[in-house]
């Protein structure tokens, strides 16, 4: 008994060397190889390709399915061999009841006794395979013996089920066929082939039993059965894994089969084991489309709903799938039915799933979506296919329909692939809704987590929603985190106060006033009015400045455009020190501290002006040191940098493509006095930007400033129209128009229309009062002056004097030049010129050079024209060229051209006129055309000027003198004279036509009547009558008259006569005629019987604008009208010189001539024949003296004085006095005189009356005393 304790207790302590669980382990997986190492599958193989119908093989098979009951192709042999076992008994049973006659039954017989003994064998297979093998061939043998012909249908049947189990398949096809073709009856004939192929198919004979069901489907006469045939046909070969012949026989009895939906799922189904998705997506679209055409007789029948009255009302419904919430309705619609739509496929879930298959299948994206969405559409609560939209939507970019999808499915079902799906999405989509419900639901798992507290604040602000926010972190804590998140959301919702408040408990700490913290509270405080104590956390901080610090540079700035702002001028010039110093700092930041340095150093501005251009090539950084350099008088570093720069290839390339490099550059050669390349610039930056402002507005005032008013009249006809449409560009563009005497165009397009917005603008209204008096609105403009005036009185009250109000202090330049013109307007006397005085005393003290500027030497020359000093003006211009002969300056024009106008200066006029041309003022321009002579270019001018100023009277005066003097007119003319010896009444009418403007005709006629007026003088006097046909050419240098005409006084005779003026630049002028049979007036005799030849040459030289000297030379023949008989000749020498005192109406001029006449002459007692007519005239019993025809020689002298005599023959819009006075002294009569008076003036407008009488003595043709009255006029048309 102990020692069985003993030897248990040892067994007890022995130890185990196996585990048991390692022991059930090994179990099992012993037992799972074993399973795995079962050939089931192959045994299934096995079974179904074997021909045995054994039992031993049947019983096989049912302990195969009992082992695995769900295996459906073991249930489906087990029935093909059922079936097999079932036909074979009835056909034997069939057989042996039919009587067949000796012969067949004896061959019957033989082979059922062989085929018997076949079958017993086969069952004891595994013993007697040898037998089996020798009586397999004498089976058939004898099977093939047995005649046919008086065989029934089952015996046959049977033979043919025998043939197969004894494995000759051709024999069996022959049986049957035969049987079949034996048949009449279709539907037998069917079902023959029908039951062949189903004995053929239990021997795995896939393609003869399809064939024999595509026959039985053929022959069949009801339609259903042949569609059944069909498929069973294509099911046989799907069985068989032949697919693609199964589709293909499918396809090519689409008629038997028809298009019904089972028809074509099959269809569907063979396409996709076939591998061929296009086919299948084809029978999907015709099976969808098949289903909705079964709906349109339904949808055809749906009544249109009755329309219910609209009161207008609303309600609110919950609207759970596309937004979150409620959403109005209109109640008028909820309980009406809706109107038919269009149908769409009802919710079939095997269609939908098949059809969203095959197009994926297909890579057909968009019409799986879209199957997707109307599975949706009509089972909304359907999860399954919520996820299938979700996921083609994520494919075919839908991402938004995805989100809300997959937000569905994350609150339905709370799936974490769901939720996941939604936060990946929704930032993207900045589904904000998406995104909170993701993140709350983030949060309700990790709720302290600071990174999606962080999203979820930030969610909220970009859904409009920031209270939510700000509600929950001043729920969550008082942590530094917290209050700098809050302080910053509080910040962005315009909750200042609350924001700052908090930066104040944050910043309370001193180790919290770090950079980071400080910028954004000082930015708060500035906003919030409390800019110093932003100021004082910002100088706190830079104790825990770090180097290096992330946006070190934002600091320095922010600090010092705040200190800047506190005007803590130290402090902000420190901050952007030291922002400049970091790597940072950009081209702001610069300008930050050159706008302090402004006031502070200039000097250090401009360099470091050039600073900033050496580091961003910024040409505003350029122009303002060109500027700054400038005023400090060292221009010259400015070209040194440009030069720099245009030195380097790559900086000058990048320079040229900027235009504003352009408008430096012409900048500085305009102050370095290089117009035309200052021109050239501009143009080359307004060709890289045509819009920009600064090289337009550059481009005209340099072309204004330089007088260039060619290129500036170019340049406005091309680009005025596109730049007036920028209000900016006004003001030039009206400096522009009033260089040109454009002042109507200035004052309408560009100024008036901004007179409201400038009406405060002291400089600007003085440039509209300028305007007004260039567009002969010189009341306007004297008013406005006025008013000025009164407005800037009240600013200069404390001023005791004009020296104490022209002093620098405080005022800029060109206003106090324009206060100055103000005060001198509004002064008289010697106190104007005690103001300009000063003025000029103040401009040269103020000036470096030591010189006068243009400002005041414009104001000084203005004010000595308005007080009529042209001497004093024209002396001080010359003072002033004399002063700055070696400069090149733009000489003041207008002072020029003026004076020499108004002095009546005519060779003045002439040599500005040539050099200037159109660069004069318009008026000035007219005028001097005028005064030269040149009446086409005044005209020219003139209507040029009219497009632009149409309300210029002035102009429209001028225009039509000029127009008149060239204009169609006819004229008539009433002379009585009373001569010594003779009375004459002389009547003449003339038509003056211009052809063009250079040739006109003039066509006159004329009648004298003379009458004796002592008989002892002269004996019957004959009266005179003459026409004449004149051709005249006008040039612009010059005019030419050729005279041809026919006169009856004694005789008839021809006169002709060519006469030419050339004008020799600016002072010279030479006249010579030629001319033959001119009438003649050296005594009474020749005056009515006489003729002569002219040949003559003169000049006139313009001494000044007031003296012109004048020289005539002339060569004369004289003879008799009658026989044209030379009677003697003559030479003349004309001297003349003449002072215009007043070259303005009423006009004044002195003169004094002198003039030799030596004769050679015949004594009229040489006469005879014809040319002895002419001694008629001698009274009765007297004879011809040697003075008959011809005087002798003599000397004719005289001094004169005239005023208005032009206006005799000019055309004036005014009654207008002339008269003029004569001393003379004849050599051979002695002295006497000549004296004229009259009046001109217009009647009807366009025409010219002049009355006219004259009285003289000894003149240079006529002795004693002699009147004449005259009467002209003339009416243009």
Not at 584 to 613: F, K, M, P, V
Request: proline share 4%; glycine share 4%.
């Amino acid at each position: 008994m102990q020692n069985l304790k003993s030897n248990a207790a040892r067994a007890h302590e022995r130890p185990t060397t196996v585990p048991l669980w390692l022991i059930a382990l090994l179990t099992v997986l012993i037992c799972g190889a074993l399973w795995l190492l079962f050939p089931k599958t192959d045994l299934e193989r096995q079974l179904a390709d074997t021909r045995d119908e054994s039992e031993l093989s049947m019983n096989y098979l049912i302990n195969l399915l009992r082992s695995d009951p769900d295996n459906e192709r073991l249930q489906a042999l087990l029935k093909a061999k059922e079936l097999r076992q079932v036909e074979i008994k009835r056909a034997a049973e069939e057989a042996s009841r039919h009587a067949l006659p000796p012969a067949a039954a004896a061959a019957w017989k033989k082979w059922q006794a062989l085929y018997t003994n076949y079958q017993e064998a086969e069952k004891l297979s595994s013993k007697s395979t040898r037998q089996i093998d020798l009586l397999h061939p004498q089976v058939l043998e004898a099977l093939r013996a047995i005649p046919r012909e008086d065989l029934n249908q089952e015996q046959v049947l049977y033979l043919a089920s025998s043939s197969l189990v004894l494995r000759d398949i051709p024999l069996a096809l022959s049986l049957y066929e035969d049987l079949a073709q034996s048949t009449e009856d279709a539907s037998q004939k069917s079902q023959i082939y029908a039951e062949a192929s189903r004995q053929l198919l239990g021997f795995s004979q896939y393609d003869d039993a399809s064939r024999l069901l595509k026959k039985a489907s053929e022959v069949t006469g009801n339609s259903t059965q042949s569609r059944e045939y069909l498929l069973n046909a294509i099911q046989v070969l799907q069985a068989a894994n032949r697919s693609k012949d199964a589709l293909a026989l499918a396809e090519s009895n689409l008629e038997t089969l028809g298009n019904e939906p089972f028809v074509l799922r099959k269809l569907i189904e063979l396409a996709r084991a076939a591998g061929q998705p296009a086919t299948a997506e084809k029978y999907v679209k015709q099976l969808l489309k098949i289903s909705l055409l079964q709906q349109w007789n339904e949808f055809e029948q749906v009544a249109t709903a009755q329309p219910v009255f609209d009161d207008g009302a609303w309600a609110l419904q919950y609207t759970p799938e596309a937004s979150e919430g409620w959403s109005l309705h209109k109640t008028a619609l909820s309980n009406t039915a809706p109107k038919a739509s269009a149908p769409v496929l009802p919710f079939d879930d095997q269609t939908y799933k098949l059809a969203y298959d095959v197009f994926l299948e297909n890579k057909n994206l968009e019409d799986a979506l879209r199957i997707a969405q109307a599975a949706v559409k009509q089972s909304p609560q359907n999860i399954a296919w919520r996820e299938r939209l979700a996921h083609v939507a994520e494919w075919t970019t839908h991402a938004q329909l995805a989100l809300d999808n997959w937000l569905f499915i994350a609150q339905a079902t709370q799936r974490e692939d769901a939720w996941k799906a939604v936060l990946r999405l929704a930032p993207g989509l900045f589904d904000d809704r998406a995104l909170i419900a993701g993140l709350q639901h983030q949060l309700s798992q990790r709720p302290n987590d600071p990174a999606l507290l962080q999203s979820l604040v930030q969610t909220y602000e970009r859904q409009g929603n920031p209270q939510l926010a700000i509600d929950f972190l001043l729920r969550h804590g008082n942590s530094p985190q917290t209050l700098i998140m809050l302080a910053r959301v509080a910040e962005r919702t315009g909750q200042n106060k609350l924001a700052l408040d908090t930066w104040k408990r944050l910043l309370a700490a001193p180790e919290q006033r770090t950079p980071a913290n400080a910028m954004p509270a000082a930015a708060i405080a500035l906003l919030e009015g409390e800019p110093e104590i932003g100021l004082r956390w910002l100088e706190d901080s830079q104790s825990l400045l770090q180097q290096p610090m992330q946006d070190e540079a934002d600091y320095w700035r922010f600090m010092g455009s705040l200190a800047q702002r506190q005007r803590d001028e130290r402090v902000a010039a420190q901050a952007f020190r030291k922002l400049l110093d970091t790597p940072d700092s950009d081209i702001s930041d610069y300008d930050g501290l050159i706008s302090i340095l402004l006031h502070r150093d200039r000097n250090e501005a401009a360099q470091l002006s050039l600073r900033a251009w050496e580091r961003f090539q910024s040409l505003r950084h350029l122009t303002q040191a060109f500027y700054l350099l400038e005023e400090s008088g060292n221009s010259s570093q400015v070209g040194k940098h440009l030069k720099q720069a245009l030195a380097s290839p790559d900086i000058a390339t990048r320079l040229k493509r900027q235009p504003t490099f352009y408008h430096v550059l012409g900048m500085y050669y305009e102050r370095t006095r290089s117009p035309e390349k200052a021109r050239e610039a501009f143009l080359s930056g307004l060709a890289l930007m045509p819009d920009s402002l600064q090289l337009r507005q550059s481009l005209l005032w340099l072309l204004i400033d330089t007088q260039n008013t060619v290129e500036l009249k170019n340049l406005l006809a091309r680009v005025e129209e596109s730049w007036a449409k920028d209000a900016e560009m006004h003001g030039a563009l009206a400096a522009a128009n009033q260089n040109l005497s454009r002042s109507a165009v200035a004052l309408n397009r560009y100024l008036r229309p901004h007179l409201q917005d400038n009406s405060e603008d002291f400089l600007w209204m003085m440039g509209y009062a300028d305007a007004l008096e260039q567009n002969q609105q010189a009341d306007l403009a004297w008013r406005l002056r006025r008013d000025l005036w009164l407005k800037q009185t009240p600013s200069t009250q404390k001023k005791r004097s004009a020296q104490e109000w022209l002093t620098p202090e405080g005022l800029d330049k060109v206003q106090r030049q324009a206060r100055t013109r103000l005060m001198l307007n509004r002064s008289y006397g010697d106190d104007e010129l005690a103001i300009m005085r000063e003025l000029m005393r103040q401009d040269l003290k103020s000036s470096k050079t030591r010189e006068y500027s243009t400002e005041a030497a414009e104001l000084a020359i203005a004010w000595l024209q308005d007080k009529g000093e042209y001497a004093a003006e024209r002396g001080y211009l010359w003072q002033q060229y004399a002063r700055n002969r070696s400069k090149k300056r733009n000489a003041p024009i207008w002072a020029q051209i003026t004076t020499a106008i108004a002095e009546k200066d005519t060779a003045q006029v002439g040599a500005l006129l040539e050099r200037y041309d159109d660069k004069l003022p318009r008026h000035d321009y007219l005028a001097s055309a005028v005064m030269v002579g040149d009446v086409r270019l005044a005209q020219t001018v003139g209507f040029e000027t009219l497009n632009n100023q149409p309300t210029d009277d002035d102009l429209h005066t001028s225009l039509t003198e000029q127009l008149l003097a060239v204009s169609h007119f006819a004229e008539y003319s009433q002379s009585q004279r009373y001569l010594s010896g003779i009375d004459e009444t002389e009547q003449k009418l003339s038509w003056y036509h211009p052809l063009n403007s250079r040739w006109a005709i003039e066509i006159d006629a004329d009648y004298t009547r003379r009458t004796s007026n002592n008989s002892s003088f002269v004996s019957r006097p004959s009266s005179e009558r003459g026409m004449g046909l004149r051709l005249r050419r006008v040039s612009q240098s010059g005019s030419t008259d050729l005279l041809i005409g026919e006169r009856r006084s004694l005789d008839t005779y021809n006169p002709m006569q060519l006469t030419h003026s050339q004008s020799v630049g600016n002072r010279w002028s030479i006249q010579g005629s030629l001319g033959t049979e001119l009438s003649m007036q050296d005594t009474l005799a020749m005056r009515m019987g006489g003729m002569k030849d002219r040949a003559a040459l003169g000049a006139t030289y313009q001494i000044s604008r007031q003296d012109r000297v004048g020289l005539e030379m002339a060569g004369e023949r004289y003879f008799v009208q009658t026989g044209g008989g030379r009677i003697g000749s003559g030479q003349h020498a004309t001297l003349q010189y003449t002072h215009t005192y007043r070259s303005e109406a009423p006009s004044l001029e002195f003169g004094a001539f002198t003039s030799w006449h030596s004769y050679s002459r015949m004594s009229p007692s040489a006469l005879n024949g014809r040319n002895a007519e002419i001694l008629r005239y001698l009274p009765a019993g007297s004879s011809a003296s040697s003075d008959y025809l011809l005087p002798g020689s003599f000397r004719f002298s005289g001094v004169q004085v005239s005023t208005n005599m032009r206006y005799a023959q000019d055309y004036t819009r005014r009654l207008q006095p002339f008269a003029s006075l004569a001393l003379t002294n004849h050599s051979l009569n002695g002295s006497g005189y000549e004296a004229r008076i009259g009046f001109a003036g217009n009647i009807l407008g366009p025409d010219h009356l002049m009355l006219g009488f004259n009285l003289s003595k000894t003149g240079l043709t006529n002795t004693g005393i002699n009147r004449e009255l005259l009467l002209t006029y003339r009416l243009h048309y």
